[in-house]
């Protein structure tokens, strides 16, 4: 621009004062350029000759260690198992003592006596001709299977030393809600069924709801397939009885809650009593014939045609009730639950009392107990707890 003729000494000044900005601008920039290249420098130095170094040398201190630490591990290991093999040698040795000296008649009938039903097989029912007069032999097999076996045997024109059972129907009552008429463990699986039950019920409401709600969903969808509006009365219905049960099924956990926090731990022997427990009164010693109606014609019932056959036989039987002797003890029991013997021919016991047995449950759910001489009758096997004598006159295990 100083050569230049045309430029006025001003361009030439401002052009001169530019150029000396931009060159003071490059001087800085690389005055920056080389401070930030040495500080790079010397921290990539430090990185690869200074810190990478100390971390591998720590790590490789530390493997060291790992590695005595195994070493020492494996030696306690081996220590360790040298003296367990001759425990373990003792243990094989007792496994095959224990093995040859295995007795398998003992095993099996530990198994008969813990697992045993109590029943008996019935016996063959005898051909009655229903062509001849009502008026006929009681069928010896059809008394003794539905009473049990040990009753006397009853036929007509003849007489058994022996009490005699009534065929009177049996008056169950009303079932109360909450099965507390039965013995706790009866009332507890009464009450599990009740609530797996309800349970069931609430599934299939709540399948229903999910089907009804996907099929609205349908018709929201697609409005010519039908009315949503049509679905909601159901669907309310529905709701409804779901509540309705879940607040049985509250109802019934909290009576199974009750009972399953009074229910004590028990024997093996007496969960197995507990399944054999009827609901049914006890067979009430007693003279059938007081029973015996008739209807406003003259004619008897089916019931009553029966207990017209054990009037008669309760007259044969009359005479040799006075003379009977009473029956031994067989064993004693003691009552596990309080037991009030409301229905006749039943007893009332107390929780812990320990009587007499005279005659073991044939099946039935019912043991004969005696206080003394002139107290005895029935109790639910589920009640009490036996302990027969296996060498009393009399005593008799049934499978």
């Avoid at 697609?222 to 509006?229: C, F, R, V």
């Avoid at 001489?373 to 029935?378: C, I, Q, S, T, V």
Wanted: hydrophobic content about 30%.
């Amino acid at each position: 621009m100083d050569a230049d003729i045309n430029v006025t000494k001003a361009d030439v000044e401002k052009a001169r004062q530019q150029a000396q900005i931009r060159h003071q601008m490059a001087e800085d920039s690389k005055a920056d350029y080389s401070s930030v290249l040495q500080r790079f420098n010397h921290e990539q130095h430090e990185y690869y000759y200074t810190h990478i170094p100390n971390i591998f040398q720590k790590i490789q201190e530390m493997e060291e260690r790992r590695i005595v630490r195994l070493g020492d591990s494996m030696k306690t290991y081996a220590e360790v198992d040298r003296q367990v093999i001759p425990i373990i040698g003792k243990c094989l040795d007792g496994i095959v003592k224990a093995a040859e000296s295995v007795d398998q008649k003992n095993d099996s009938q530990l198994v008969i006596e813990a697992y045993k039903s109590g029943f008996e097989p019935p016996g063959d029912i005898e051909f009655e001709d229903y062509t001849q007069p009502m008026k006929r032999t009681v069928s010896e097999n059809s008394l003794s299977n539905s009473r049990g076996e040990g009753k006397p045997e009853l036929k007509f024109g003849g007489k058994s030393k022996g009490k005699l059972w009534p065929f009177i129907k049996k008056n169950k009552g009303a079932t109360p809600e909450d099965f507390s008429n039965l013995p706790p463990e009866q009332r507890r699986k009464k009450l599990q069924q009740k609530v797996d039950e309800l349970n069931k019920e609430i599934q299939k409401e709540m399948d229903q709801r999910d089907a009804i709600t996907k099929m609205k969903d349908v018709y929201l969808k697609n409005p010519q397939m039908g009315d949503p509006a049509s679905l909601d009365h159901k669907l309310t219905e529905v709701s409804q009885n779901i509540e309705k049960l879940r607040l049985e099924v509250q109802k019934f956990e909290a009576w199974l809650a009750e009972v399953e926090g009074r229910l004590p731990a028990r024997g093996e022997q007496a969960r197995r009593q507990s399944g054999l427990y009827d609901t049914q009164t006890p067979p009430p010693v007693t003279n059938c014939a007081q029973d015996r109606e008739s209807s406003p014609d003259g004619s008897y019932t089916e019931d009553q045609s029966q207990e017209s056959e054990v009037k008669v036989l309760a007259t044969d039987f009359d005479d040799e009730f006075d003379d009977e002797e009473p029956l031994p003890a067989i064993g004693t029991c003691k009552a596990l639950y309080t037991f009030e013997g409301q229905n006749e021919g039943t007893i009332s016991v107390a929780e812990g009392e320990t009587l007499y047995v005279i005659e073991e449950d044939k099946g039935d759910g019912w043991t004969r107990i005696r206080r003394n001489e002139d107290e005895e009758g029935y109790v639910p096997t589920s009640y009490v707890e036996v302990y027969l004598d296996k060498h009393a006159k009399g005593a008799k295990t049934y499978i």
